[in-house]
């Protein structure tokens, strides 16, 4: 899944405490001490914010590998 | 060594002699770059061979021809052959390419005027050299035409047409040339008036200079300065050495520039003129190749032999270490521009720190030490550096996170232990088989404890725990220290005893803190071993020696000496006992640069087709790892089955928790008969099933069994994850500190298969928790 080019599809998570769909919605994200508002895939009734693979392998990554050397 | 401060690091470039100039340019007086010069022939560019001449000779097609060549003399291919053939070179290269004069419209013209007087090679140098600086320069020469001695030389080596050709360049520089124009005595004072300095071109002691400045005239070696303010002289006798004469009109142009831009004439001249220079060349293993011959002495050489002759050049250059240090060869350059690169790193205040990385990438194994013939020790560097970083707190978290937190584990109630030996209340020695080893092969710890409590007298104690290298290695020096304290409390309240290390590593670390500490195979190379009897012979081995060993000769020739009582023949590798090479796990580079660590592992282990043996249990794994038949010396002691002990994988992270943690709970239950009360986390009794595919994949992520547990604990009790309708997985995540774990799994049986796990380090804020 990894391998394959980035996903433009529909995830087929759903929430697993209220069975909600999820949406993309304003997060807070931080690391070492730098604080970010980013838009990721949420359910909006619970508050769980889904990091897919792709985004915590790749973009995610590369950020927190650039703020540890800044 | 913490901050590295300007004049340390200029200590520490001056031991990598690689940017010295090359032994041929250095002898040469004015420096002509033959290394290059022959790279250019190599390449047939006559064109960049001509330049690269003109750039320091000021009359190619003349010097070219007539150059007496110090520079042969100490040619590194003396060492191997003979030395090139350097003159015959450059008269090939000014035969075959003609020159182009230097761009006058490039010359910033000054107003101040200079008198030479002469025009021998000394004289028509400093002209050429002073005019080029922008001077107004007037040369003048008593007889009818330039060139004083250049004349003398036969007509089949230096012609007239080529005097006057390459002599040319002086109109075009705009000099003014008075023939027929004697200087004497009576003549300075107007001179002098007239210029703003005077260069007498005349050898020292000369009628001529004797004649203008007296019999016993004062003249500064180094600067050419006479006693008389403004006027330069020759330093040097005679005019058998034109290169030396162009040197010596050379040296007065410098001088004379100097003195009329009011700067000092004395500053930073040491690198004028032939000196040796420090380049280290090893020629040890270059085969001997003697010079190409001329075909036609008179003619000179051709396209074909000239490109031969040349191709004999060594292209002197040191690099010892990245010959022998695939990190450093990593980089693409050489320590002296790593040192620069790392002190930059270290003294960034905002902006990006580029060397982090290269920094934390060496396993600080000392091999460049040993080998660079200045001893530059890089991987010390590396390490203050990372002291520093951490100091700081600008060391990237990711780098040694997870070392650290496996030597927490080693370290904690799981593995840790320090207990006499059963039935003794005192210990004469005491048993530290390190968190590696233990963790590989936990089987050992109990065999070698066994022999050692049967073989040994006084009691023999044992310690469980890691010695603290992850932390020294990462930099991490109050960790470190303490953990040496509770290691070193445990040790006194056993009594002080004699420590006897398994591990390599330990055995370095305790080195300056405990005293007369032993290497078990110091001691099993004189006992009687188990299994020594039964075999008839082993075969042949190569010995893997442990980079932390280096230096422990003693160690070296006992492990030998073990081989030998199993009946093992030993093969050397060509990098051994103390120049052996790292496996990539020391100075937790495999966790900073596991794609580096990965390359270090293949190089080492293509050294040769030989079975290795290694005494490290880390080398071992690592080498079978890549499928390199390895044993640990222990197995050839212990193992019921040799075949498979040469190819088992290493065990992966997961287990090596596991593993410690089993062996403590055994020796305890089997040697001290106490059933540990093991407190259960809920996570621990969720069962897995997780194939080959997701294993590596958490190999490769540093993601561990109990991490995994831990996600799917936490999912399970609170709810809190995702669902996929479509197959029933779920998907879920779990922060126990500073790491967010990722796992995709399903519900099966009594347990959960794990279909993928993946974590980040940012930390995602979200809201509404349980």
Known sequence: ?70 | MLLMEQEELKQLEDKCTQENPPACTAGCPIHVDARKLMSDIQKRDLKSALATLQKKQPFPGIIGRICDHPCEDVCKRRDVGSPISIAALEKFCVQNQSGNSPKAGMISKKSQTVAVVGSGLRGLTAAYDLAKKGYKVTLFEKADRVGGSLWNFPVDQLSPEVIVEELSVLSRLEVQIELNREITRLDLANLQEKFAAMYLGLAQQSADAVELLGKNYELDPVTSATAIKGIFGGTLAGNNSPIRSVADGRKAAISIDRFLQGVSLTASREGEGSYESKLFVNTQEIEPLPAVSMSNEQAGYTVEEAVAEASRCLNCQCLECIKACKYIENYGSYPKKYLRQIYNNNSIVMGMRHANKMINSCSLCGLCAEVCPQGLDLGEVCKASRVTMVGKGKMPPSAHDFALRDMAFSNSDKFALARHQPDCNSSSYVFFPGCQLSASSPEHVENVYKLLTEKLSGGVGLMLGCCGAPADWAGEQDLFRRNSEVLAAEWERLGRPQIITACSTCHSMFQTKFPHIVSLWELMADMELPGQEDKLSGGKVAVQDACTTRHEPSIHNAVRKILKKLKYDIEELPYSRERTKCCGYGGLMSFANRELAQKIVEDRISESDVDYVAYCAMCRDRFASKGKRTWHLLDLIYADDLEQAAVKPGVGFSYRHENRAKLKRKLLHTLWQETPSDQEEAYMSINLQIDDRVWETMEDRHILIEDIQQVIEYAERTGRKFVNPDNGRSLAHYRPLRVTYWVEYEPQNQGFIVYNAYSHRMEIVEGAHE
């Open chain 1, 1 to 70: 899944m990894n391998n394959t080019p980035k996903q433009t599809g529909k995830l087929p998570w759903k929430c697993g405490k209220c069975g909600g769909e999820l949406e993309r919605g304003l997060v807070k994200a931080s690391y070492l001490g730098n604080d970010f508002e980013v838009q990721e895939l949420k359910c909006l009734n619970c508050g769980l914010v889904l990091i897919t693979e792709e985004l915590a392998l790749g973009k995610m990554f590369e950020v927190e590998q650039s703020l540890e050397d800044k």
